[in-house]
């Protein structure tokens, strides 16, 4: 693989993985307003979140972030072992792997909320603000190791 394209490639998945924390941050927005209209008592507010289709958003969005943060997982462990033949099992690696499998719980959950059970919903919630709050974590590890390949290419 040509230098330059091997180096390129270590940007894609930081620049990826900061439009999947805004769009996230989007799911979450509207998961919120779709709570809201399934335990208000205001006929005017419930009208409005359904007029404005924040569950069937809230989905898309949903499942977006479900594919990217897959594929956007597997594609950044892809560049780095083809940078370096190797994997390097750090907290960056084993915190995004972890929010791999808590965000394919938590879209798994889906049909039994579908269902109205509350356990799912509860546990729907929790393990997407589990991921968040490790995504979080990860947008500054990242940019560590970020900063140190752009550092030793200069």
Same mark, same amino acid.
């Given at each position: 693989m040509p230098e330059a394209l091997a180096f390129t490639l270590n940007f894609i998945h930081p620049l990826l993985?900061? +439009?999947?924390?805004?769009?996230?941050?989007?799911?979450?927005?509207?998961?919120?307003k779709v709570k809201k209209a399934r335990t208000t008592d205001d006929p005017e507010l419930r009208k409005a979140v359904i007029k404005g289709k924040y569950a069937q958003r809230h989905f898309l969005a949903g499942s977006t972030v479900l594919v990217v943060m897959v594929l956007g997982a597997f594609g950044g462990m892809a560049v780095t072992y083809l940078n370096n033949g190797k994997l390097f099992v750090a907290p960056h690696l084993l915190a995004g792997?972890?929010? +791999?499998?808590?965000?394919?719980?938590?879209?798994?959950?889906?049909?039994?909320?579908?269902?109205?059970?509350? @356990?799912? *919903?509860?546990?729907? +919630?929790?393990?997407?603000?589990? !991921?968040? !709050?490790? @995504?979080?974590?990860?947008? +500054?590890?990242?940019?560590?190791?970020?900063? *140190?390949?752009?550092?030793?290419?200069?």
């Open positions: 993985m900061w +439009v999947l924390l805004a769009v996230s941050g989007y799911a979450l927005f509207l998961g919120i792997s972890s929010m +791999v499998c808590m965000i394919a719980l938590a879209a798994s959950l889906t049909p039994l909320m579908l269902q109205g059970n509350l @356990f799912a *919903r509860k546990a729907h +919630v929790g393990l997407n603000m589990a !991921t968040i !709050t490790l @995504f979080l974590w990860q947008a +500054v590890s990242g940019m560590d190791i970020l900063n *140190r390949i752009w550092t030793s290419a200069h």
